[in-house]
């Protein structure tokens, strides 16, 4: 009873416990309990349960109480200060044994004990080596379930659930996990409160896992965007009619679930009088069983710098589609673009210095006739005949032939694509890293690893002519040595 205001209230409570049994396993709803108090009716909620079938080695008595500490609901067989490995391990389980390069698969582990868990010391998860990884989110207050395996109810728990991609083909690995915890089993000793319990301690580790990665089929599309998963892709453009020099962006949205973190930017082919800029990108993916999903934006900022109709032509994207197993091609539509004459040109400022296309290129045609009088130079003269004469005719052939076999060279380059990649590389790379300082700088932690992860991996890769897909520890070492 409270007394408020000079107001006096009073509370009660009345439990009703009912005790069930199962007779079969399942899944279970119990109805909702209803009372009516007063004239109005109240309800509870419809609780879900699960029973597990018995154990098929134990005829001990089931005993239902709450607690992590001291587990009762499943009986152990640890002889008194020992620990049976069937009482206390760790399970890593995969979500697929076989995939393919890029397709996500899900490892958990989950924890299974038949004793009372005292302490936990050291927690050691493998490394994974070959893959790339994101971690799911687990609830830090979970509370354990009862779950069968092998015949045998344990109390279960998972540990620890991380997304993987494997980055090369062939069979990998996953390493064995290990943690160090204090048990608490019987110790043989029954005094006036009972049976006496002793702290064990003990390592369960888990088993290594041999996955077998397929590569991807050959040949792959022309326009494979490195995308493993489900997704689509759609376009949108801010504006259809502008004026010269008036920026438009282009959007370009893919959604889906797989390597969406991974998939590279599709590029437009524009018109040369359009002038393009580096696309801003957005990335909005969770973290799933299944994949990263969500949708990942691309925005390209263009300017037409010349009046005329113009086609923004349509953009693929390949992909490959672990439903069907086979690659799939995604197309955003064609846009039309009227651009105006710019009101500004001809008059200063920045937008003079591009003037109309066609002016410029009338200027360049054909001279009008001059009419004034034009002075002519004397053969006589002490230039005509000398050694400066005859070079000032040789030194454009020469010039020429410079220049073209420093074209030729560059065009070879160019066809060594590897040779290319590899000179490029310092570039490609600072540009990812200033590209990382800004979503540093912006607070974007997720963006900021993984754009210093594609600068780190990039960069060993172009720079040691290593695919992405064989980079790996053993073989960056064999290039290095």
């Given amino acids: ?41 109240y309800s509870s909620n419809s609780p879900r349960v699960t029973v597990v079938p018995p154990d098929k080695n134990s005829q001990a008595r089931q005993q239902q109480q709450q607690g992590i500490q001291r587990p009762q609901a499943v009986a152990s067989s640890s002889s008194p200060g020992r620990i049976s490995p069937n009482d206390a391990f760790i399970r890593a389980i995969i979500s697929k044994t076989k995939v393919h390069e890029q397709e996500a698969f899900l490892v958990t582990f989950r924890f299974y004990t038949r ?7 050291q927690v050691q998860f493998p490394e994974f080596e070959g893959f790339m ?40 690995v996953i ?13 043989g000793v029954s005094s006036f409160f009972g049976e006496e319990m002793t702290a064990v301690k003990k390592t369960v580790t888990t088993k290594p896992i041999n996955i077998h990665v397929e590569s991807l089929p050959t040949p792959k599309p022309g326009n494979f965007s490195n995308g493993v998963g489900s997704f689509s892709m759609s376009s949108s453009i801010t504006s259809h009619h502008v004026k010269a020099n008036d920026a438009v962006t282009i959007k370009v949205v893919i959604s889906g679930t797989g390597n969406t973190k991974l998939i590279k930017n599709p590029e437009f082919n524009l018109p040369e009088e359009i002038e393009s800029y580096d696309p801003k990108i957005t990335q909005n993916v969770q973290v799933t069983e299944n ?20 086609k923004i032509p349509a953009v693929t994207m390949s992909y490959f589609d672990t439903r069907s197993n086979s690659y799939k091609t995604l197309s955003t539509q064609e846009f039309s673009l009227k651009v105006d004459k710019d009101p500004n040109a001809g008059k200063g400022g920045s937008s003079s210095n591009y003037g109309n296309q066609r002016d410029l290129l009338a200027q360049q045609d054909i001279h009008y006739l001059k009419t004034e009088p034009y002075v002519f130079q004397s053969i006589n003269n002490f230039l005509f005949g000398s050694w400066a004469y005859y070079l000032w005719y040789l ?55 993984e754009e210093i992860l594609r600068a780190v991996w990039g960069y060993l890769s172009d720079k040691l002519s290593i695919p992405v897909a064989n980079l790996n520890r053993d073989n960056i070492e064999i290039e290095l040595i």
Avoid: C, H, W
């Fill in 1 to 41: 009873t409270t007394v408020i205001n000079g107001k006096s209230s009073s509370e009660s409570s009345i439990t009703y416990t009912y005790i069930l049994q199962a007779k079969s396993e399942g899944t279970y709803s119990l109805p909702a309990a209803s009372i009516k108090v007063n004239g109005k009716a």
């Fill in 115 to 121: 004793l009372g868990v005292q302490d936990i010391g």
């Fill in 133 to 172: 990884v994101e971690e799911v989110n687990i609830p830090q207050n979970q509370q354990l379930k009862v779950e069968s395996y092998n015949g045998q109810n344990y109390y279960a728990v998972d540990l620890k659930k991380s997304l993987l991609f494997p980055q090369r083909s062939g069979n990998l």
């Fill in 175 to 187: 390493p064995q996990g290990k943690i160090e915890m204090v048990f608490q089993v019987p110790s």
């Fill in 291 to 310: 994949g990263l999903s969500g949708t990942k934006t691309i925005e390209y900022l263009v300017i037409p710098r010349y009046e005329g109709n113009y």
């Fill in 395 to 449: 030194l454009p052939t020469v010039l020429f032939a410079g220049f073209s076999f420093a074209y030729r060279k560059q065009i070879r380059e160019n066809a060594n694509l590897v040779l290319l990649r590899t000179k490029k590389a310092n570039k490609v790379a600072n540009k990812r890293l200033k590209l990382a300082k800004k979503y540093l700088q912006a607070q974007d932690k997720s963006g900021f690893y």
